[in-house]
């Protein structure tokens, strides 16, 4: 194994921003009230996160094929989550409940 070089240690603290912000993002579903705080907590980090670890990877094997891949799996999976959370608050604000309606979680109180 070579020496470190800048694209490696920039890849490298990629890598652990992004698993940090997944992290929260997995902490935040569990702590947060509420569908719509849930919902917040699950797209905005988490799809940082993954876009931090999918630039780590280019970062690290930076030919036009991976490279390309890689895109193709960042805007998918934007486009995606955006069109999921759309649905998902759009549920909780048409079930009348979006604030506190615990089904989010498997740590909410149940329902009286």
Do not use: N
């Amino acid at each position: 194994m070579g020496p470190l070089t800048a694209l490696d240690v920039a890849a490298a603290a990629c890598v652990l921003l992004g698993a940090g912000l997944a992290f929260a993002a997995g902490v935040g579903m569990v702590r947060f009230p509420g569908t719509l705080a849930r919902m917040h907590a699950a797209t905005k980090p988490q799809v940082f996160g993954l876009l931090l670890i999918l630039l780590a990877m280019g970062l690290r094997d930076p030919g036009w094929t991976v490279v390309g891949m890689l895109l193709l799996i960042g805007v998918f999976q934007v486009v995606t989550v955006a069109v999921a959370a759309y649905v998902v608050g759009r549920a909780a604000y048409l079930g009348e409940s979006p604030e506190d309606d615990g089904t989010a979680s498997p740590f909410s109180e149940p329902r009286a």
